[in-house]
């Protein structure tokens, strides 16, 4: 149980990394792409790794179903996620109701080939050095962990509800320090 933990904090933490570094490449006008109010973290990678990682035992000596499954396992986290956040709590992180073949715009083909790809990456070099990196996390920091995502969760769960609105997790933007003025055009650009 632990270890899953880690991994879904590890993981949710290095698609936050994935999607704003996404977002400036590609120029999108929404650069903001964080999941909690406090924490860097997007759970629908968190999710995805988990459910790409469970079988992996038994299906790591075969890159071909591990593409196969990667794609499916983590296409249905995503759809599961976005039907969360539309339905539970009134918002959409995205949308890919402009691409082809897309199903209530939650998910799409482009986008499943990327997790595809993703999920090769994971769990043919990631993975393993990760696993090996968590693992020497002491006990304690456990609680502690999952205290404060209970906390941010709830807190941006309750935000979300109420604004109805992803920009409501970006508090940061309203702060006028010459740091963060800085920080906020370096977004922009």
Known sequence: MARSFWYFIFYSFLGFLAETAFARAV???????????????????GLGALLILAPMPQLRPYPLFVAIWSALAATAAEYAMG?????????????????????????????????????????????????????????????????????????????????GSTDALCWYRNISLPVLTNFKSNLKN
């Not at 043919?124 to 999952?146: D, F, K, R, S, T």
């Open 27 to 45: 120029r999108a006008p929404k650069r903001d792409r964080k999941c909690f109010y406090l924490l860097p973290l997007c759970p629908v990678y």
């Open 83 to 163: 039907l969360f956040y539309e339905k539970a709590l009134g918002v959409a992180f995205w949308d890919y109701a402009h691409l082809p073949c897309n199903l209530r715009g939650r998910i799409c083909p482009l986008f499943s080939f990327f997790w595809c790809l993703l999920g090769l990456l994971t769990v043919y070099v990631i993975h393993p050095i990760a696993a090996a990196a968590l693992e020497g996390l002491p006990p304690w920091l456990l609680p502690v962990a999952a205290a404060i995502l209970a906390a941010d969760g709830a807190v941006t769960v309750r935000l979300l509800r109420k604004t």
